[in-house]
């Protein structure tokens, strides 16, 4: 099967470790697309679950393995925590193999438009 190329790919609160995903289809998804920039913006492990009631299928270790290969293949790949995976974000400025652990970081459009990328959840009053 033949990859459909994007510029730009963002990832948001797969919730990686829940019960009620649809690995097969980001499997899927991250297995037919090919892009520069790759960004997963928070929750992306659900590290609270995790915490509580451990769940971790085959699946979710697949779905890692193709964001690794992503970025070993030259996807510039950014990880920019959540509140649920917020226990990365002393790792900010770190790279795991080749996966950029970010708090933030601009996103550049081809047009040269630039746009902070950020979680939500920064400005959530409850989790503040």
Same mark, same amino acid.
């Given at each position: ?52 009631? $451990?769940?971790? /299928?085959?699946?979710? !270790?697949?779905? %890692? ?7 070993? =293949? @030259?996807?510039? +790949? $950014?990880?920019? /925590?959540?509140?649920? !995976?917020?226990? %990365? ?7 795991? =193999? @080749?996966?950029? +652990? ?27």
């Amino acid at each position: 099967m033949e990859s459909v190329h994007f510029r730009s790919i963002w990832i948001s609160d797969t919730h990686l470790g829940g019960r009620n995903l649809q690995s097969r289809k980001l499997l899927q998804f991250l297995k037919s697309t090919e892009s520069e920039h790759l960004y997963l913006v928070g929750d992306i492990l659900d590290l609270w679950k995790l915490k509580r009631n $451990w769940h971790w /299928p085959s699946i979710n !270790d697949q779905i %890692l393995a193709a964001i690794f290969q992503k970025a070993a =293949n @030259g996807t510039q +790949v $950014w990880y920019v /925590p959540g509140n649920h !995976d917020e226990m %990365l974000r002393p790792y900010s400025g770190s790279t795991i =193999n @080749g996966v950029s +652990v970010v708090n933030e970081c601009i996103h550049t459009c081809a047009n040269g438009t630039r746009y902070l990328v950020m979680h939500g959840d920064r400005f959530d009053c409850v989790v503040q």
